[in-house]
């Protein structure tokens, strides 16, 4: 599978590869494996976390032709396995409620509900983005959810469950999928880039982990486009990340903390002008700085305090860090964050793009 992008090449065959959701896993195990399940069930959870990848196991478990009487893994070897690995079961259906949210849409559905399975045990349906159905959509597919033919299973995908109506939520198996933590994800990662036999930074796994906000699918998507731009050489470093993602490198970051904490407004505004002529994001530029203040507020409230962000910072990085919170009481911090996450949120509607950063710059020196 040479042309797949990796987050579908190195998709997860067995349950047992799936990361981040051991709860899950463990009660669709033994639901399996003692024959025991529902005809509807509900997946939510933050994009990217692995609700769609669960579901076409679910289906391929439930449909594999040589799976024993106690077991729960798919084979991967039978048609049915292999039909649904590469997309082509027809007795799996998957629809994408964002585009076909309308009644005559699950009327169709409901008519093709009728007939048996062309080749399976079961005709399994996976909605992506329930919530989105429309009310007189949502209202007609209750009344399939409520009397399904036996040979009917419902999986329904959503990020955002609070939108569903009470009715549907009440009559599905409710599974809350979590976001993933950055060392599930950096983990994930390394696998790949091991079977793909390309050698790398740990810390710029870190970086592209911390990026992806909790999404798997958005960690491996950022590792393609680095393999695809940088790999060629065998190698992915931190530095070729930071410019895939038009960060400007730690050293910058600290360098206007540093001017921060001396109250240096002039050179702060200068380097904000030199980081965008330099074509570095000054949106993820100030995400980033935002986000290490956050870590200066955790090291006032507990100085042994290690999470995500600290985790990919190297010994020397996290001894800096703890210097420069010194250059802050724990009071000013938090005023500074206030400042900074206001100055974000002008940033979406300013002019000048770079304006309500220097505005806030200004206030941090002088004003406090």
Known sequence: MPNLVLYRKYRPKLFSEVIGQEHIIKTLEGAISEGIFGHAYLFSGPRGCGKTTVARLLAKALNCQ???SGEFEPCNQCD???EISEGRAIDLIEIDAA???????????????????????????ILDEAHQLSKDAANALL??????????????????????????????????FRRLKLGEIVGRLESILQQEKIKFEKEALSLIAAHAAGSSRDAESLLDEAVSFFGQDGLIT??????????????????FIGFLSQKKAKEAVDFIADLMEQGIDIKEFLQTVIM???????????????????????????????????????QQTKQILEIFTDAENKMKYATILQLPLEMAVVEICIEN
């Open 292 to 330: 290490y203040f956050r870590e200066i507020l955790l090291l006032h409230i507990d100085v042994g305090f290690q999470d995500d962000l600290l985790f990919g910072l190297s010994e020397e990085e996290k001894a800096k860090l703890r210097d420069l919170a010194k250059s802050f009481s724990e």
């Open 66 to 68: 040589k799976r024993k």
């Open 99 to 125: 585009s076909n949210r309308g009644i005559d849409e699950i009327r169709e559905l409901k008519e093709g509900i009728r007939f048996l399975p062309a080749k399976s045990k079961f005709k399994v349906f």
């Open 80 to 82: 049915s396995c292999l």
């Open 143 to 176: 009344k399939t959810l409520e009397e399904p033919p036996g040979h009917a299973i419902f999986i329904l995908a959503t990020t955002e469950a609070n939108k569903m109506i009470p009715t549907i939520l009440s009559r599905c198996q409710k599974f809350d």
């Open 238 to 255: 931190k530095k070729e990340i930071e410019v895939l993602l038009g960060l400007a490198d730690i050293e910058a970051v600290f360098k």
